[in-house]
Nanobody
Framework: DVQLVESGGGLVQPGGSLRLSCAAS????????MGWFRQAPGKDREGVAR???????AYADSVKGRFTISRDNAKNTLYLQMNSLKPEDTAMYYC??????????????????WGQGTQVTVS
C-alpha cells in the first residue's frame, strides 16, 4: 500500500520559514509525480506545487517565488521549503502522489494518493 507521511508543520510568524517533509513508501518513488496541496478552513483543497519524475516543477501563482518543492529519490522523500510565509498560507498541507508512475505531471488532477496532512499556522 502507498503511504505518505508528512512532517514539519507548526506555528510561525509572518515572514518566517518552514520546511515540510513527506516520507513515501509502497511505490517506486523516483518514477512518480509528487505534489503538495493545502486546505484552509472553509475552503476547497488547492494544489500548491508539484514535481515530476524528471524534476520539472509547477507552482500555484500564490506561492511562486516563495515556495520551493524538491525531492530526494535516494530517501523517498519530498520537501516543500516555504519562505516569506503569510497568514493566508495557514492551512493543512497534504503530500500527494500520482495515481500511476510515469512522466505525466501536467495537471493537479493526476494525484490519487494522499497523506494525513500537517498543519501550518502563520500568525
Amino acid at each position: 500500500d502507498v503511504q505518505l507521511v508528512e512532517s514539519g508543520g507548526g506555528l510561525v510568524q509572518p515572514g518566517g520559514s518552514l520546511r515540510l517533509s513527506c516520507a513515501a513508501s509502497g511505490l517506486t518513488y523516483s518514477s512518480y509525480c509528487m505534489g503538495w496541496f493545502r486546505q484552509a478552513p472553509g475552503k476547497d483543497r488547492e494544489g500548491v506545487a508539484r514535481i515530476a519524475s524528471d524534476g520539472g516543477t509547477a507552482y500555484a501563482d500564490s506561492v511562486k517565488g516563495r515556495f520551493t518543492i524538491s525531492r530526494d529519490n535516494a530517501k523517498n522523500t519530498l520537501y516543500l521549503q516555504m519562505n516569506s510565509l503569510k497568514p493566508e498560507d495557514t492551512a493543512m498541507y497534504y503530500c500527494a502522489a500520482a495515481r500511476f508512475g510515469g512522466r505525466w505531471c501536467q495537471s493537479w488532477s493526476v494525484f490519487g494518493y494522499w497523506g494525513q496532512g500537517t498543519q501550518v499556522t502563520v500568525s
